[in-house]
């Protein structure tokens, strides 16, 4: 009987360590994220998801006014590693009939400055565009160049500030300041989605620490099994000009050729691609 008593001991003691073990290991994943961490999760979610992604998408341009300027484009990329690594972007714009034509290209790299050129139809030129320009406004919108492939992670010091709902959505707050001074705001905050990752909405502060800029995922769809902001809105405080864009088309995975991204289809892009 002595003997029953002791191994029905023990064997308590495995079943404890055992679900020990498992709470250990479910709960690991949400202790052991950094900021880093998350804020790298995020940027695969937004940037990097799928080998390469199409979409066509509506911008509209909303001035203080309410007067509206649309702006029709097809957006491609390709991957060359993993998150954070090297990327190419090509864009080509139907219309209005200024910008009709006109194309843009993105190199980007890992730890240093990315390459992008512009081709203007009306000039028959293409302009390479100066890293310093990185935060200049994006064919007039309140998006910026650097906003369409993204920032380097290492660029930035990042940090947890709390973890609060969003809506319906549980999200971690990072707090995302610039480690050099070649940007237009000194912080950026950024409620990130704890179940996808997905930047749900992000807030910049100017050199003065006022809020100047929103950024807001409005909408949100699965596209082959990947999540995707759908619709999106960056609003300028200061001005009260705002852009809108929606993905109209999305595809992932669709076999995009390296040829596309070179001099010679900025000039005279390939319709199988652009349409």
């Known amino acids: 009987m002595r003997r029953f008593r002791t191994q029905d001991s023990g064997f308590k003691i ?10 250990s290991f479910l709960s690991f994943d949400a202790i052991a994220l950094t900021a880093e961490d998350i804020v790298k999760r995020s940027q695969e979610a937004f940037f990097y998801q799928g080998k390469d992604f199409k979409a066509r998408v509506m911008m509209k341009l909303i001035s203080k006014g309410g007067q509206e ?22 864009i080509y714009f139907f219309q209005p009939a200024d910008v009709k034509d006109m194309t843009f290209m993105v190199y980007k790299y890992p730890a240093r400055d990315d390459d992008r050129w512009l081709f203007i139809p009306a000039l028959n030129m293409v302009r390479r565009i100066a890293a310093q320009d ?14 369409v492939s993204g920032r380097d992670i290492e660029d930035d010091r990042h940090e947890i500030i709390k973890e609060e709902k969003l809506s319906d959505k549980d999200c971690y707050v990072i707090k995302s300041t610039p480690k050099a001074g070649d ?12 179940v996808n990752y997905l930047p749900l909405k992000e807030e910049y502060y100017d050199k003065k620490g006022e809020l100047y800029k929103i950024f807001t995922a409005d909408e949100m769809k699965d596209i082959k099994g990947f999540p995707t902001v759908t619709k999106r809105t960056m609003k300028n405080l200061q001005n009260g000009h705002m852009t809108e864009v929606v993905f109209i088309k999305v595809d992932y995975n669709i076999g995009i050729e390296d040829s596309l991204f070179s001099e010679r289809y900025l000039r005279q892009p390939q319709r199988k691609w652009i349409e």
């Open 134 to 147: 990185k935060r200049s406004s994006f064919v007039g919108s309140d998006f910026t160049y650097e906003d």
């Open 14 to 23: 495995f079943i404890i360590c055992c679900l020990l073990s498992i709470f």
């Open 69 to 90: 300027r649309i702006r029709e484009l097809t957006m491609l990329r390709k991957n060359y590693g993993d998150t954070g690594g090297e990327q190419k972007y090509f």
């Open 183 to 194: 940007v237009d705001y000194s912080y950026k905050i950024s409620w990130i989605d704890k």
